[in-house]
């Protein structure tokens, strides 16, 4: 079914590259990975991490809600001018009608970790240990809430790695029915030891730096991110002219932590995309592969792709830059293909030596310079929860 496109008017990313879309931009141009060795794990892998976090403090008035999850949030609504945009929203539509719906699938259960290290000899946890203003959900709504002065309707997403790809269908329905007149969607994820060893003991890591669509790919490098963008309908827009065009979802459900072999919550994901834009195959230019580096993953989506696209569209993984930032991959990816169509690139698939053979889809090789008009982005989760995101230049 066709949808009214959504303008996105201001945008904030952090990752592992570092603070800000220009870092971003400039590394994916000179292919510069933020992927390093990881330290002080009982296990080999590699890491997306943004240096310096824990130094960097919230709000006097927020201290409640400190913890690493919360401080990566504020870097990025501290970034490319976001929350000076933010005040004119206000301004424009009222702090009480703009929505605010974000991705985690961390948030901040790092913090209660070290509560747990720090139990008494009865087992108690440290009574300052705030369990609702850190590790819970809900703590992720409630600061950025707070810290940008909002009080519109608002929810938190946890549906693995679709997260905060399903926060731009999310705030499209609820501007749709009324609730709110403009936007903020976003995720943030950080690393914790909860998901580096979960999925170590998934056999899920790989040791070296990830290598999507590669013949020899052998699993994910974890990374942490935060990012954040305004949507407004396109007819109260300002200059910006990257759209919110279509999106699909679906939830195929046929493994707790592995796809349909067939990819077909995937490729139906992305027609709904595709029909909710009103454009058929053909006109994508470009496809921000889901793309993980694991051997059942990327097969299963190179099926999807091929039954819907064919080997036609220039395809590749960014999670060789970030790591896979797991909740935050879908903001992450969404803002990495606003800056393919702000600047008319392909990015390379990172660290690929040998393609997969037994793969199909047209994986890009080098950087591409190209005319770029319309693009998906695909994140899917655990427990097949997937979602296709549509972004087009209006």
Same mark, same amino acid.
């Given at each position: 079914?066709?949808?009214s496109?959504l303008t996105i008017?201001?945008?904030?990313?952090v990752n592992a590259?570092g603070r800000?879309?220009?870092?971003t931009l400039?590394?994916?141009?000179?292919k510069?990975?933020g992927?390093?060795?990881?330290?002080n794990l009982?296990f !080999?892998?590699w890491l997306?991490?943004?240096?310096?976090?824990e130094t960097?403090?919230?709000?006097?008035s927020?201290q409640? +809600?400190? @913890?690493?999850?919360?401080?990566l949030?504020? %870097?990025?609504l501290d !970034?490319?001018?976001f929350?000076e945009?933010?005040?004119?929203?206000k301004?424009?539509?009222?702090?009480?009608?703009?929505g605010v719906?974000?991705?985690s699938?961390?948030?901040g259960s790092?913090?209660?970790e070290?509560?747990y290290q720090?139990?008494?000899?009865?087992?108690?946890?440290?009574?300052?240990?705030?369990?609702?203003?850190?590790?819970?959900?809900?703590?992720?709504l409630?600061?950025?809430?707070?810290?940008?002065?909002?009080?519109?309707v608002?929810h938190?997403?946890?549906t /693995?790695?679709s997260?905060s790809?399903?926060? *731009?269908?999310?705030a499209?329905r609820h501007?749709?029915?009324? *609730?709110c007149?403009a936007?903020?969607?976003? #995720?943030?994820?950080?690393?914790?030891?909860t998901?580096?060893? #979960? *999925?170590?003991? %998934?056999q %899920?890591t790989s &040791?070296?730096? @990830?290598?999507?669509?590669d013949?020899?790919?052998n699993g994910i490098?974890?990374g942490?991110? /935060?990012g +954040?963008a305004?949507?407004e309908p396109?007819?109260?827009?300002?200059?910006a002219?990257?759209?919110l065009? =279509?999106y699909?979802?679906s939830?195929d459900?046929?493994h707790m !932590?592995?796809?349909h072999?067939?990819?077909?919550?995937?490729a139906t /994901?992305?027609?709904?995309a595709?029909?909710?834009?009103?454009?058929?195959?053909?006109?994508i230019d470009?496809?921000n592969?889901? =793309?993980?580096a694991?051997?059942?993953?990327d097969?299963?989506e190179?099926?999807?792709?091929?039954?819907?696209f064919?080997?036609?569209?220039?395809c590749?993984?960014?999670?060789g830059?970030?790591?896979?930032? %797991? =909740?935050?991959?879908?903001?992450?990816?969404?803002?990495? @293909?606003?800056l393919?169509l702000?600047n008319?690139f392909?990015?390379?698939n990172?660290n690929l030596t040998?393609?997969?053979? =037994?793969?199909n &889809?047209?994986i890009l090789l080098?950087n591409?310079?190209?005319?770029?008009?319309?693009v998906i982005?695909?994140?899917f989760g655990?427990?097949g929860?997937?979602c296709?995101?549509?972004?087009?230049?209006q």
């Open positions: 079914m066709p949808i496109p008017t201001a945008s904030s990313m590259l800000g879309k220009k870092t400039e590394a994916l141009l000179q510069q990975s992927l390093k060795p990881a330290k009982d !080999s892998t997306g991490e943004v240096s310096d976090l960097y403090p919230l709000e006097k927020l409640q +809600f400190s @913890c690493r999850n919360n401080q949030a504020k %870097l990025a !970034s490319d001018n929350r945009t933010i005040e004119q929203a301004q424009k539509y009222g702090p009480d009608r703009i719906f974000l991705g699938s961390t948030s790092a913090e209660t070290m509560a720090k139990r008494d000899e009865k087992g108690d946890l440290p009574q300052n240990f705030d369990f609702m203003r850190t590790h819970n959900f809900t703590s992720l409630d600061y950025t809430q707070q810290s940008l002065g909002l009080i519109g608002g938190v997403i946890s /693995a790695c997260s790809a399903k926060v *731009f269908a999310a499209h501007i749709e029915s009324g *609730f007149d936007a903020i969607v976003g #995720g943030v994820d950080t690393l914790t030891e998901s580096l060893y #979960g *999925f170590n003991s %998934l %899920l &040791s070296e730096p @990830c290598c999507p669509w013949e020899k790919r490098n974890i942490e991110a /935060a +954040f305004l949507l396109s007819s109260k827009s300002g200059t002219n990257v759209i065009k =279509g699909g979802e939830s459900a046929y !932590s592995t796809p072999p067939e990819g077909r919550g995937a /994901a992305m027609q709904q595709l029909d909710a834009a009103v454009l058929q195959s053909d006109d470009y496809i592969l889901h =793309g993980t694991t051997p059942s993953n097969a299963a190179d099926k999807a792709i091929m039954s819907i064919g080997d036609n569209v220039p590749s993984s960014t999670k830059w970030t790591g896979h930032t %797991l =909740g935050a991959a879908g903001i992450t990816e969404a803002l990495i @293909c606003m393919v702000e008319q392909l990015p390379t990172l040998t393609p997969d053979p =037994g793969l &889809s047209q080098d591409t310079s190209r005319q770029v008009k319309y982005s695909n994140s655990f427990g929860s997937n296709s995101l549509l972004f087009g230049l």
